[in-house]
């Protein structure tokens, strides 16, 4: 296998014995990118010197036996995530040309540990979408099929990572941004626990929603990745100060004796025959390791999508009116007067699904309607939070869909807003509830599109998710396939 193609683990082993160099690593991924990236466009901004300059520095690291766990890997970020001298986007004309004055906490972390950075990854514009199709940087193709879409938010970090033009990458997650691309590009892609990680230098769209986490090629380098972005961050007011365990350490413990819930809401009519026969039969591999699997209910699922779109669009309209060609970012030009300024610059600036957002979530906020919508929608919230809660003290783990259907065509849904959004029915919940997910990859439709299986926990209980996860991956008998590029 060619250096690009393995992953984090197995790479640490290489990089340690002297079987490799940080530098042939880092060439290797580039050359795929140079290979793929036209056809894909994973990218919005790809860091070659950079890279080869932190690469020489990982290797002389190794040399003297220092290093962390990540020192000479590849990761991708999503342009979402502020990095200190190098542009974020957002996937938005309005931040065409923004540079951040510092690093987000993720980014530091992860240079902590040894990474190094290949590039910021393309998205919907200012994360809003499920399709990477909006972002004023072009459309991203699923490697799998060039022809259907990778999902969204986070397309762009899963296809760097399905392609192999990064050996892992990160997203963010605010309605599923992380978990569907993950399944619709047949990679691992979590969620963590709202709180866990921290959002400081994350570019805000729906700040109670908002969380980043890791696309991965297996549920080993997810566990790896997550020990060293996750933990307390004091300049970030919602982190929550809760131990972190060593999550690699999980991966050994099986599922014989856990229980698993399977809500009947998550398995309704409309779902792609293809993917409910894939995720049964991953139920059914559940219950060949020990695991007792068991129906729940889920009773306010009904009022998910509804309520996300409320809640998330109200977020936006007030976290997006800071752009405003003042202080940063996109301005227009030969304006005769602020307000003029203002509008001329939010209506170029700002693509028309963010616009769209942006009116329903000013609409909800609204003098006379914020009781009917924002807080009606705010306390039926608490009623799905509660149902979970419930839920998981009859079980460990719940086992549903990721994506109620395979990739879908490019262009098939832009013309359909409400279909769009329905691409994320099955995951929203978790934000909505503040709790953990994880999509991994369980069987390929017979047109060899990748479909995924997410299993949620409780809050903070990621070691269990990655434990039940591993456990299904080592076990299921999907085999290991690449897109054809």
């Known amino acids: 296998m060619k250096l690009h193609e393995l992953t984090i683990h197995e790479l640490q082993q290489k990089l340690r014995s002297g079987e490799t160099t940080a530098v042939d690593l880092v060439e290797s991924v580039i050359g795929r990118i140079d290979e793929v990236e036209d056809k894909t466009r994973s990218y919005i901004t790809v860091l070659r010197n950079s890279a080869r300059e932190e690469a020489f520095r990982a290797d002389e690291e190794i040399r003297q036996g220092k290093?962390?766990?990540?020192?000479?890997?590849?990761?991708?970020?999503?342009?979402?995530?502020?990095?200190?001298?190098?542009?974020?986007?957002?996937?938005?004309?309005?931040?065409?040309?923004?540079?951040?004055?510092?690093?987000?906490?993720?980014?530091?972390?992860?240079?902590?540990?040894?990474?190094?950075?290949?590039?910021?990854?393309?998205?919907?514009?200012?994360a809003m979408g499920s399709s990477?199709?909006?972002?004023?940087?072009?459309?991203?193709?699923?490697?799998?099929?060039?022809?259907?879409?990778?999902?969204?938010?986070?397309?762009g970090s899963a296809t760097a990572v399905a392609a192999d033009e990064c050996i892992a990458s990160l997203g963010s997650d605010t309605g599923g941004s992380i978990?569907?691309?993950?399944?619709?590009?047949?990679?691992?892609?979590?969620?963590?626990?709202?709180?866990?990680?921290?959002?400081?230098?994350?570019?805000?769209?729906?700040?109670?929603?908002?969380?980043?986490?890791?696309?991965?090629?297996?549920?080993?380098?997810?566990?790896?990745?997550?020990?060293?972005?996750?933990?307390y961050d004091p300049r970030e007011s919602t982190s929550v100060t809760v131990d972190v365990p060593d999550y690699t350490g999980y991966l050994t413990r099986g599922v014989e004796g856990r229980t698993v819930g399977i809500p009947k809401e998550y398995?309704?009519?409309?779902?792609?025959?293809?993917?409910?026969?894939?995720?049964?039969?991953?139920?059914?591999v559940l219950e060949g390791l020990g695991a007792r699997c068991i129906d729940i209910s889920l009773p306010h699922t009904d009022y998910c999508l509804a309520v996300y779109y409320?809640?998330?669009?109200?977020?936006?309209?007030?976290?997006?009116?800071?752009y405003d060609g003042v202080k940063y970012g996109y301005r227009s030009q030969e304006n005769r007067e602020l307000m003029e300024m203002y509008k001329k610059t939010r209506s170029e600036g700002f693509g028309a699904e963010v616009k769209r957002r942006i009116m329903l979530g000013t609409y909800a906020l609204s003098s006379g309607y914020y009781d009917a919508y924002y807080k009606k929608a705010s306390q039926v919230r608490s009623l799905?939070?509660?149902?979970?809660?419930e839920a998981f003290k009859t079980c460990d783990a719940?086992?549903?869909?990721?994506?109620?259907?395979?990739?879908?065509?490019?262009?098939?849904?832009?013309?359909?807003?409400?279909?769009?959004?329905?691409?994320?029915?099955?995951?929203?919940?978790?934000?909505?509830?503040?709790?953990?997910?994880?999509s991994v990859p369980c069987g390929?439709?017979?047109?060899?599109?990748?479909?995924?299986?997410?299993?949620?926990?409780?809050?903070?209980?990621?070691g269990k998710l990655l434990q039940v996860a591993h456990a299904y991956e080592k076990s299921s008998g999907v085999k290991k396939r690449r897109p054809n590029l």
């Not at 626990?193 to 400081?200: D, L, P």
């Not at 398995?267 to 059914?284: C, K, L, P």
């Not at 409320?310 to 800071?322: K, Y």
């Open 267 to 284: 398995f309704i009519a409309g779902i792609d025959h293809e993917v409910e026969s894939a995720v049964r039969q991953a139920i059914a």
């Open 132 to 155: 990477t199709e909006t972002s004023y940087f072009g459309v991203t193709r699923n490697p799998w099929d060039l022809e259907r879409i990778p999902g969204g938010s986070s397309g």
């Open 179 to 231: 978990r569907q691309p993950a399944a619709l590009c047949g990679v691992v892609g979590m969620k963590p626990t709202y709180g866990r990680v921290s959002r400081y230098g994350l570019v805000a769209f729906a700040s109670s929603l908002d969380q980043i986490g890791p696309f991965t090629k297996d549920v080993e380098d997810c566990a790896i990745m997550m020990n060293v972005i996750a933990g």
């Open 398 to 438: 719940i086992v549903t869909p990721t994506s109620p259907t395979p990739a879908f065509k490019v262009g098939e849904r832009t013309d359909d807003p409400l279909q769009m959004y329905l691409s994320d029915i099955f995951t929203i919940s978790a934000n909505l509830a503040g709790i953990p997910g994880i």
């Open 310 to 322: 409320i809640v998330a669009p109200s977020e936006a309209s007030s976290n997006l009116a800071r």
């Open 67 to 126: 290093g962390g766990p990540l020192t000479g890997i590849p990761v991708a970020l999503k342009d979402i995530v502020c990095t200190k001298g190098v542009r974020t986007t957002c996937g938005s004309k309005i931040l065409h040309d923004f540079i951040p004055p510092y690093d987000a906490t993720v980014v530091e972390r992860l240079r902590g540990a040894g990474a190094l950075f290949i590039g910021k990854t393309n998205m919907d514009e200012f």
């Open 384 to 389: 799905i939070k509660r149902d979970f809660d």
């Open 444 to 462: 390929y439709t017979k047109n060899g599109l990748p479909i995924g299986v997410q299993f949620l926990a409780s809050h903070f209980e990621e």
